[in-house]
C-alpha cells in the first residue's frame, strides 16, 4: 500500500472513502499490492500491517452499512 498525498497516519478520510464506496468502488489506496499485483484477495501474501489495514477498513464499511450511508 503506497500512502496517499497528504495522508495522515490512524486518520481516515471518511468523505473520501464514502464517496468512492457510493460509487461502486473501493478506495484504491485501501488494496494492497505487491511488485505491482493487487494481492487483495491472497490474505497469506500481505503483511502484517496490510492485513491489518485490510481489516480496518472491512470494519469501517461494515460500520457504513449499518449506519446506512452505503
Given at each position: ?7 495522515v ?45 485490510r ?16
Amino acid at each position: 500500500m503506497d500512502p496517499r498525498a497528504n495522508a495522515v497516519p490512524g486518520r481516515v478520510d471518511e468523505r473520501l472513502e464514502l464517496t468512492y464506496l457510493r460509487a461502486g468502488a473501493e478506495p484504491p489506496w485501501e488494496r494492497p499490492h505487491r511488485d505491482g499485483v493487487d494481492i487483495t484477495d491472497h490474505p497469506d501474501m500481505q503483511t502484517p500491517y496490510q492485513r491489518q489495514r485490510r481489516a480496518e477498513y472491512v470494519s469501517r464499511v461494515e460500520g457504513y452499512r449499518e449506519h446506512r450511508l452505503i
